[in-house]
């Protein structure tokens, strides 16, 4: 199975400011198709998760434009440009190329 | 609007059994593969188990392979998640989720508990 790790499992951070974090796969997530299936996920206190990436640096619909991802092959980020309030909860990296379908451990974010 | 409604958690004995449905409305639920995830108590996300549109395709979690059946009745709109031989382990909130590769849209989850 795919191996998802993600750093640092925990993110205190300061409202405005930015905030990153990282996630690595144990196998390249290079589908045959030349789409890499990285997906980053949100789950607010109380909520259903709520994706917010999809295809490395896709926004969903309705993401505020201070989410940002990137990377390739193993190694992947998710950007918060400047942190507010409602940005408080667990983020979530998921492999969608390979079976079975694999999360990172997740990474709380509060507010210091 | 996409809406997803799982249903069917509960209280139930290790080595007992259970049928999770969900409930899909708002999209041409026969053009979409699903996938059930879950997430025990104060832990992350585990994904459970595949089908593809058409049923032809499924897969499984190793934890649940053998003990769960995922299935789906594309006439009446409903994703459906047998579970037998539930172990204290299974304990979770279960989601249905859209997509090959799980999408945007979830479901707001049911509570499975397993205790005797």
């Known amino acids: 199975d795919v191996v998802m790790t993600q750093s640092p499992l925990s993110l205190p951070v300061t409202l405005g400011q930015p905030a990153s974090i990282s996630c690595r796969s144990s196998q390249s997530l290079v589908y045959s198709d030349g789409n890499t299936y990285l997906n980053w996920f949100q789950q607010r206190p109380g909520q259903s998760p709520r994706r917010l990436i999809y295809?490395?640096?896709n926004r969903d619909s309705g993401v505020p434009d201070r989410f940002s991802g990137s990377g390739s092959g193993t190694d992947f980020t998710l950007k918060i440009s400047r942190v507010e309030a409602e940005d408080v909860g667990v983020y979530y990296c998921m492999q969608g190329t390979h079976w079975p379908r694999t999360f990172g451990p997740g990474t709380k974010v509060d507010i210091k | 609007e996409v809406q997803l409604v799982e249903s069917g958690g509960g209280l139930v004995q290790p080595g007992g059994s259970l049928r999770l449905s969900c409930a899909a409305s708002g999209f041409t639920f026969s053009s979409y593969s699903m996938n059930w995830v879950r997430q025990a108590p104060g832990k992350g996300l585990e994904w459970v188990s595949y089908?593809?549109?058409?049923?032809?395709?499924?897969y499984y979690a190793d934890s649940v392979k053998g003990r769960f059946t995922i299935s789906r009745d594309n006439a009446k709109n409903s994703l459906y998640l047998q579970m037998n031989s539930l172990r204290a382990e299974d304990t979770a909130v279960y989601y249905c989720?859209?997509?090959?590769?799980?999408?945007?849209?979830w479901g707001q989850g049911t509570l499975v508990t397993v205790s005797s």
């Open positions: 989720a859209r997509g090959r590769v799980v999408e945007g849209y």
């Open positions: 295809k490395v640096s």
């Open positions: 089908i593809s549109s058409s049923s032809s395709t499924i």
